[in-house]
T-cell receptor, first 115, second 120 residues
Framework: AQSVSQHNHHVILSEAASLELGCNYS??????LFWYVQYPGQHLQLLLK??????LVKGIKGFEAEFIKSKFSFNLRKPSVQWSDTAEYFC?????????????FGTGTRLLVSP | DAGVIQSPRHEVTEMGQEVTLRCKPI?????LFWYRQTMMRGLELLIY????????DSGMPEDRFSAKMPNASFSTLKIQPSEPRDSAVYFC??????????????????FGPGTRLTVL
């Protein structure tokens, strides 16, 4: 079965530190990849997505993610985090081979940025 | 656009009671998804609809859960009877099909604010 792994469940950083959150998926076919963010008390919002083309994808608020097909990975990065980046981050994968619209989410990574 | 609307935002009920969660998708969106979020299992897809028709309900945990979409602007998720282990945040999301030479689902899902359900 298709699955998504986010190995870091909790990350604590100081402001201005660099961020990298890992995401690996198990499905070997063609996929679309997403990172969603959930700020405290708010709903999930799309941060960035990869469908095809340049494997380095840039999203909102200075975030980027790199799709490495050989490693089945889609890690999220930001060179310098801010206190306002405190949130929970979810990686999600959609298979393009099943014909279904199903997104499979990872369990999330809680990021706490201390000022 | 108001975005995806869910009601109620918070629901506290006692075990055995019926619970109905409501969702209004973004106007023009033809896909609607129900998710459940818990600390232990993260975000799980329960069921999704396309043009008001249920497409995949394999994530519905058991017969106590049912979902309907009587029209394009409204969906319900019902739990009857509710149990303490149903306590979670339930999200509704919607997405749309675009015309790119052929009808193509856009894949980006827009989430509602969620309903926090507590079953005592």
């Amino acid at each position: 079965a298709q699955s998504v792994s986010q190995h870091n469940h909790h990350v604590i950083l100081s402001e201005a530190a660099s961020l990298e959150l890992g995401c690996n998926y198990s499905y070997g076919g063609t996929v679309n990849l997403f990172w969603y963010v959930q700020y405290p008390g708010q709903h999930l919002q799309l941060l960035l997505k990869y469908f095809s083309g340049d494997p380095l994808v840039k999203g909102i608020k200075g975030f980027e993610a790199e799709f490495i097909k050989s490693k089945f990975s889609f890690n999220l990065r930001k060179p310098s985090v801010q206190w306002s980046d405190t949130a929970e981050y979810f990686c999600a994968v959609k298979s393009l081979n099943t014909g279904f619209q199903k997104l499979v989410f990872g369990t999330g990574t809680r990021l706490l940025v201390s000022p | 656009d108001a975005g995806v609307i869910q009601s109620p935002r918070h629901e506290v009920t006692e075990m055995g009671q019926e619970v109905t969660l409501r969702c209004k998708p973004i106007s023009g969106h033809d896909y609607l998804f129900w998710y459940r979020q818990t600390m232990m299992r993260g975000l799980e897809l329960l069921i999704y609809f396309n043009n008001n028709v249920p497409i995949d309900d394999s994530g519905m945990p058991e017969d106590r859960f049912s979902a309907k979409m009587p029209n394009a602007s409204f969906s319900t998720l019902k739990i009857q009877p509710s149990e303490p282990r149903d306590s979670a945040v339930y999200f509704c999301a919607s997405s749309f099909t675009a015309w790119r030479g052929v009808q193509t689902p856009t894949d980006t899902q827009y989430f509602g604010p969620g309903t926090r359900l507590t079953v005592l």
